[in-house]
């Protein structure tokens, strides 16, 4: 709300569209109280004249920008933390993000996957955007996956996983975890120059693909 409020000096149109998907707006309950911020955020944000649009699968914002929505958990990978509920359709439930997605850009280099925080995991995102782009490579991984706390058997699968996909680039961000970022290098067979660290300053281009921050070279 701070960066639209912002914008709106200049163009009153600016961000005032979020896609989002299917269960961010769910409720959060816990004894102090609603959890979920987003609820009053949104709010906020239409109060504005933003618009939300939910999406309950996979969108293609334009053509080479495809949205997962909810992605389907075939493999258990737990990148969340165990300690909240969520209230769905189904019932009071353990709060595993459902409304989880990443934005998949289709380039001539092959297949780029934006993550938030990855808590559908990373091998269930990528399974399910190469079901949508079956005959692409996996160019890059660039955000967060929520592996700082995993153990030393998740990471290795993960690894070994992103191996199998033949990821040609990570950037793990913030969640990720420093020392996740060095394990999934090693078992996915990758370099210290198509495996690094996001810090403030990296950038990702298809030309160069990589490029550190200051820290992180």
């Not at 969108?59 to 990978?77: M, N, S």
């Not at 079901?131 to 955000?143: K, M």
Request: with cysteine; glycine share 12%.
């Amino acid at each position: 709300m701070p960066l639209r409020r912002e914008m709106m000096k200049k163009n009153p149109a600016a961000l005032s569209v979020a896609h989002v998907s299917r269960g961010i707006f769910y409720s959060r309950p816990s004894p102090k109280g609603e959890q979920n911020e987003t609820i009053g955020i949104r709010k906020d944000y239409e109060a504005s004249g933003g618009k939300c649009i939910e999406h309950a699968e996979g969108f293609d914002i334009f053509p080479g920008a495809w949205l997962t929505g909810p992605v389907p958990r075939k493999y258990p990978e737990r990148n969340w933390s165990p300690d909240g509920k969520v209230q769905t359709p189904s019932g009071l439930v353990e709060d595993n993000i459902p409304e989880d997605q990443s934005l998949v850009l289709n380039t001539s280099r092959g297949l780029v996957v934006l993550t938030g925080c990855g808590h559908a995991g990373i091998i269930n995102i990528l399974t399910y955007a190469k079901q949508r782009f079956p005959n692409q490579p996996v160019y890059g991984v660039v955000g967060g996956l929520h592996l700082l706390a995993a153990s030393d058997e998740q990471l290795n699968w993960t690894g070994d996983k992103l191996k199998e996909f033949r990821v040609a680039n990570l950037l793990g961000a913030h969640c990720t975890g420093i020392e996740a970022v060095y394990r999934l290098r090693e078992r996915a067979g990758l370099t210290r120059k198509s495996a690094i660290v996001g810090t403030v300053g990296s950038m990702f281009t298809l030309s160069e693909a990589i490029r550190p921050g200051v820290l992180a070279k």
